[in-house]
Structures are given as structure tokens and as C-alpha cells.
């Protein structure tokens, strides 16, 4: 399995923007079919917000159409998360997520908060 490290969250103003990153080691990148983008917010169930496919495809979770953008840099072993226009009800844990067979991993999680 690969590690995941996430990195880019903290406290924002509702309106603004931050841009998450997650970097992969202990493998490359273009062997994982599927990275995605996962949060938990208090009280509730781990969504998937925004996943990419190896051949770039994209999908988002609803509420974040039109403000979020998944993107993934090959080289860097990275993949990112951009996040405008944020919402106090986008606060919550972001985890990074490698599957598709045989990878399973995540990482540890790095707190959004959007708050005024």
C-alpha cells in the first residue's frame, strides 16, 4: 500500500479559498486508478466530495459543483483539491483516498474550518 499525505487545511473566512494537497510515496502515482478527495464533518458520515480517474475523468459530490476542482500532477505524486467560494457547512475533516484494486489507503485527515 501507498502512504498518503495530506496537507493545506485551516481556518478561512466563508467566501474564500484554500487548495489541499495530498502527496503519495511508496509508489507511484500513475499505478492508482482512482484518487479522491473524502470529509467527515461532527456528527456526520465520511462523503466523498470529488474523485479523479487515472485517465483525468472527474466527478464531484453535488455541493461542491462549480466550486471545487480535483486535479492530480503525475510528476509530483500529487493530487490537489482547490476550494472556493467556501461555506461554513464545507468545515469539516479532508481525507485523501487511494483505491481502486489492490490500494486501499488514506491519510491521516487535515481540518477545513469556514468561519467568520
Known amino acids: 500500500q501507498v502512504q498518503l499525505m495530506e496537507s493545506g487545511g485551516g481556518l478561512v473566512h466563508p467566501g474564500g479559498s484554500l487548495r489541499l494537497s495530498c502527496t503519495v510515496s511508496?509508489?507511484?502515482?500513475?499505478?492508482?486508478?482512482?484518487m479522491g478527495w473524502h470529509r467527515q464533518a461532527p456528527g456526520k458520515q465520511r462523503e466523498l466530495v470529488a474523485a479523479?480517474?487515472?485517465?483525468?475523468?472527474?466527478n464531484y459530490v453535488d455541493s461542491v459543483k462549480g466550486r471545487f476542482t480535483i486535479s492530480r500532477d503525475n510528476a509530483k505524486n500529487t493530487v490537489y483539491l482547490q476550494m472556493n467560494s467556501l461555506k461554513p457547512e464545507d468545515t469539516a475533516v479532508y481525507y485523501c483516498?487511494?483505491?481502486?484494486?489492490?490500494?486501499?489507503?488514506w491519510g491521516q485527515g487535515t481540518q477545513v474550518t469556514v468561519s467568520s
Open positions: 483516498h487511494a483505491g481502486g484494486f489492490p490500494f486501499d489507503s
Open positions: 511508496g509508489g507511484s502515482i500513475l499505478r492508482i486508478s482512482s
Open positions: 479523479i480517474s487515472d485517465g483525468g475523468g472527474t
